[in-house]
């Protein structure tokens, strides 16, 4: 059943649910990919959530780095137990995309904060290590529309959309952290017309 709230995989039970959804046809390349990350950059990287497109998404929503709560879920995802992934959750609702329209993944997919410790931004070292997955990525997704580019991290991977998908879409938003949906209404409305465009150009495509 699809959550109809933010924070449900802080549930034990529906955290176990989602893992045995792992095997679904719609995430085993990207699975690949994430072991050939693991096997190449020797870290953690979570599962794309099983309750989303997968391969089969049309809108790719890039982040900037898994944040502490995926060492306790192991995903990616608006479900997550974390103000972020509620904003999230709240943003894509309101903006009417579909959930199985989308993927979630980061700019640095893999995670970069000590255990225990709190998130930090990536270092350019590991932006210039992350980069070159991002094609890899794209070419498992053969309907993919448009990409929205959330937070400073994942905007810099302009260039590299552009050469790897050329005339590909791309919306630019703030990060929805509460670090910065918090500072400004104006940040949430440039998040939610942002997100509104990316709905836009899928109903385009549809």
């Given amino acids: 059943m699809t959550p109809a709230h933010p924070r449900s995989l802080a549930d034990p039970a529906l955290l176990e649910r989602r893992r045995a959804l792992l095997g679904a046809p719609h995430l085993a390349p990207l699975r690949g990919l994430a072991e050939r990350m693991r096997a190449e950059q020797g870290a953690a990287v979570p599962e794309a959530d099983p309750l989303d497109g997968g391969v089969a998404a049309r809108l790719l929503l890039l982040l900037e780095t898994p944040g502490p709560a995926t060492d306790r879920t192991a995903f990616v995802s608006r479900d997550n137990p974390t103000g972020t992934a509620a904003n999230l959750f709240r943003f894509l609702a309101s903006a009417g995309i579909d959930r199985?329209?989308?993927?979630?993944?980061?700019?640095?997919?893999?995670?970069?904060?000590?255990?225990?410790?709190?998130?930090?931004?990536?270092?350019?070292?590991?932006?210039?290590?992350?980069?070159?997955?991002?094609?890899?990525?794209?070419?498992?997704?053969?309907?993919?529309?448009?990409?929205?580019?959330?937070?400073?991290?994942?905007?810099?991977?302009?260039?590299?959309?552009?050469?790897?998908?050329?005339?590909?879409?791309?919306v630019a938003i703030p990060h929805p952290s509460p670090t910065y949906v918090c500072t400004s209404p104006a940040v949430a409305e440039r998040i939610a017309q942002g997100l509104a465009a990316a709905a836009g150009i899928l109903r385009g495509r549809g």
Avoid at 104 to 128: D, K, L, T
Avoid at 137 to 164: F, K
């Fill in 100 to 170: 199985a329209d989308t993927l979630i993944w980061n700019a640095v997919p893999w995670v970069i904060h000590a255990p225990g410790a709190r998130n930090r931004a990536p270092r350019p070292a590991e932006i210039r290590a992350a980069r070159p997955y991002l094609a890899p990525l794209l070419d498992l997704m053969p309907d993919l529309a448009a990409v929205v580019l959330s937070g400073r991290v994942a905007q810099g991977l302009a260039p590299t959309l552009a050469q790897a998908r050329p005339g590909l879409p791309v």
